[in-house]
């Protein structure tokens, strides 16, 4: 599925449940088992409110917790309980979100290294195929604009570190500044 129509089906999904969480308060008001459900959420945060509220005063012990009042109740019991599955949406919604994404970057990363491993081998192949005509690999210099990130393999096919590699090659090309220079005072010196 397209990140688009992710996006579009999370925003739909968030758009329809505020009014499923207004369905559940109306619910709340008419069913009567709904009714229980929702008191008994609504007595359980209050008491849980208060007492927390009391310990970070300072008071200490059990304080008497008085219940709501049943419309009270029904009311912040339906509350809780909609706000609960409006955030249970969105938190799946970025969880999901958040799932997609590590997979999309996994399956990335799996390519990447189908590639490398692939240019690896056509590495070896070629390679082989250098010797089989006698080829010297001595005359290769690689570009100076080229900077690789991810690998660097020696005449052998080992990784190198790009430290090391960047410092031979301009140790060879100083070498190769110097053949040329003292070339050049040679055919100085002949004329």
Known sequence: MSGLGIKLGSLFIRQISKPISNIIKAH????????KICISVAQKVHKTDITVRMR????????KVRPL???????TGATFLSETFVFAVAG???????????????TRRETV???IKTLQHEIEYLKRKLREYNVRLDDYT???????KV?????NGDSVDLTVQVQELNDRLDALERVDTAKEGDAEEKK
């Open 28 to 35: 709340a008001q008419q069913h009567e088992y709904f009714r």
């Open 56 to 63: 970070l005063l300072g008071e200490e012990g059990t304080a």
């Open 69 to 75: 009042n049943d419309k009270r109740a029904i009311e």
């Open 92 to 106: 799946s919604i970025v969880v999901f979100e958040a799932y997609r994404q590590r997979q999309k970057e996994l």
């Open 113 to 115: 290294e189908d590639d």
């Open 142 to 148: 690689p570009l100076k604009d080229l900077n690789p």
């Open 151 to 155: 690998l660097r393999l020696d005449e």
